[in-house]
């Protein structure tokens, strides 16, 4: 998609900042090593590294002294002696200043100064989950509302997981990417179910689950039904878990990059039928993994070319976007205001499901 930006946050009338607050992926595990990398989040460049003792830190780009970028590392002759991180610090590679993993200035190699406690950069408080770093952003500045979920599959040797992939910067407004998660008309539409059977919606405090049977017509005249439980934990991550034979669990994650452009990512894992992976369950994650891009490339078909959704119009038989709407906005508002919204959104919302799209019945 391209990097232009989508509507802004202010467009949406979502609340009074700018970016949500919330767990959000800024990496792959993977992506982050002793060599410093820079990055942009929050309308923000970061630099992001590991630290000696396996920490990953995000601290804000600029140094303070005179402004270098932190993650532009050692130039010319001092490059082949220069270690930028040391230990969980970060060397400054214009004057040597070094930066610990909380932000604060530790050390001035050419000035015995006593270092006043206030000369820091910004750090975010970080945490890594099924190969992927979130940090906690938060406009009000405080410490974390809810846990990020663990994800234990990452660890299991019975699980085959596919590396955490970058899926690049899209220009789209990170609530509408959020909110095609409850969109279950294009199930049939987009994605080519033939039947969308049952379809489950539960607001739950800074979560909103999804539960979807989708049909699929076999040869025989039969029906093959797919379950899916696809649960937002905060603004920007998605883990959608695929009942089955092979349970799988494909997570989706997006951050915003400017106001209105998010950067996303992408993995999928899926569970060995006994007790050690055999070929034919490599050949299965194989098989969703191509499930899984395929979809996405069916949604970006839409997404590339549809005009932001300031105010849908919502009829009845509509999924409850106005009421996910109402939901996605506690991120956007001060946390003396989340209980409140929270309660307003609460609750579960089941239909029994809708027919084939009517092209699909009248084609034949
Ligand atoms: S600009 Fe960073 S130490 Fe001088
Ligand atoms: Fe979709």
């Given at each position: 998609?391209?990097?232009?930006?989508?509507?802004?946050?202010?467009?949406?009338?979502?609340?009074?900042?700018?970016?949500?607050?919330?767990?959000?992926?800024?990496?792959?595990?993977?992506?982050?090593?002793?060599?410093?990398?820079?990055?942009?989040?929050?309308?923000?460049?970061?630099?992001?590294?590991?630290?000696?003792?396996?920490?990953?830190?995000?601290?804000?780009?600029?140094?303070?002294?005179m402004?270098?970028?932190?993650?532009?590392?050692?130039?010319?002759?001092?490059?082949?002696?220069?270690?930028?991180?040391?230990?969980?610090?970060?060397?400054?590679?214009?004057?040597?200043?070094?930066?610990?993993?909380?932000?604060?200035?530790?050390?001035?190699?050419?000035?015995?100064?006593?270092?006043?406690?206030?000369?820091?950069?910004?750090?975010?408080?970080?945490e890594?989950?099924?190969?992927?770093?979130?940090?906690?952003?938060?406009?009000e500045?405080?410490?974390?509302?809810?846990?990020?979920?663990?994800?234990?599959?990452?660890?299991?040797?019975?699980?085959?997981?596919?590396?955490?992939?970058?899926?690049?910067?899209?220009?789209?407004?990170?609530?509408?990417?959020?909110?095609?998660?409850?969109?279950?008309i294009?199930?049939?539409?987009?994605?080519?179910?033939?039947?969308?059977?049952?379809?489950?919606?539960?607001?739950?405090?800074?979560?909103?689950?999804?539960?979807s049977?989708t049909?699929?017509?076999?040869p025989?005249?039969?029906?093959?039904?797919?379950?899916?439980?696809?649960?937002?934990?905060?603004?920007?991550?998605?883990?959608?878990?695929?009942?089955?034979?092979?349970?799988?669990?494909?997570?989706?994650?997006?951050?915003?990059?400017?106001?209105?452009?998010?950067?996303?990512?992408?993995?999928?894992?899926?569970?060995?039928?006994?007790?050690?992976?055999?070929d034919?369950?490599?050949?299965?994650?194989?098989?969703?993994?191509?499930?899984?891009?395929?979809?996405?490339?069916?949604?970006?078909?839409?997404f590339?070319?549809?005009?932001?959704?300031?105010?849908?119009?919502?009829?009845p038989?509509?999924?409850?976007?106005?009421?996910?709407?109402?939901?996605?906005?506690?991120?956007?508002?001060?946390?003396?205001?989340?209980?409140?919204?929270?309660?307003?959104?609460?609750?579960?919302?089941?239909?029994?499901?809708?027919?084939?799209?009517?092209?699909?019945?009248?084609?034949s």
């Amino acid at each position: 998609m391209a990097k232009e930006t989508g509507a802004k946050t202010a467009d949406y009338q979502l609340g009074q900042f700018t970016y949500p607050r919330g767990w959000l992926m800024v990496a792959s595990s993977a992506s982050v090593t002793s060599v410093p990398s820079e990055g942009r989040f929050f309308g923000e460049d970061v630099v992001l590294y590991r630290g000696a003792s396996g920490k990953v830190v995000m601290l804000d780009a600029y140094c303070p002294h005179m402004g270098a970028h932190l993650a532009v590392g050692a130039s010319g002759a001092t490059a082949q002696h220069c270690v930028q991180v040391v230990g969980d610090s970060i060397r400054c590679p214009n004057h040597g200043w070094i930066f610990g993993a909380d932000g604060k200035c530790q050390e001035i190699p050419y000035s015995d100064i006593t270092i006043p406690d206030t000369l820091r950069i910004k750090s975010w408080h970080v945490e890594e989950t099924g190969g992927c770093v979130f940090v906690w952003h938060d406009e009000e500045g405080g410490a974390p509302t809810y846990e990020l979920p663990a994800i234990p599959q990452w660890d299991d040797p019975l699980w085959i997981c596919s590396p955490v992939e970058e899926m690049g910067v899209w220009g789209t407004h990170p609530m509408e990417l959020a909110e095609h998660g409850v969109d279950k008309i294009h199930l049939a539409n987009v994605h080519g179910s033939d039947r969308v059977v049952y379809h489950q919606v539960t607001f739950d405090r800074h979560c909103a689950q999804t539960t979807s049977h989708t049909a699929t017509l076999l040869p025989d005249g039969g029906e093959s039904v797919g379950v899916t439980h696809s649960r937002y934990t905060g603004p920007g991550f998605l883990r959608a878990e695929m009942e089955g034979e092979r349970p799988a669990i494909l997570l989706f994650c997006h951050t915003p990059v400017e106001d209105g452009q998010v950067r996303s990512w992408h993995a999928v894992m899926m569970k060995a039928l006994g007790d050690v992976v055999t070929d034919e369950d490599r050949a299965a994650h194989e098989q969703i993994c191509l499930f899984s891009k395929q979809a996405f490339e069916q949604d970006l078909h839409i997404f590339q070319r549809k005009k932001p959704s300031l105010r849908p119009v919502q009829i009845p038989g509509d999924p409850p976007f106005r009421r996910y709407r109402q939901w996605y906005a506690q991120f956007y508002q001060p946390r003396a205001q989340t209980a409140a919204i929270q309660q307003q959104a609460n609750g579960v919302i089941e239909t029994g499901g809708i027919h084939s799209a009517p092209w699909v019945s009248s084609a034949s």
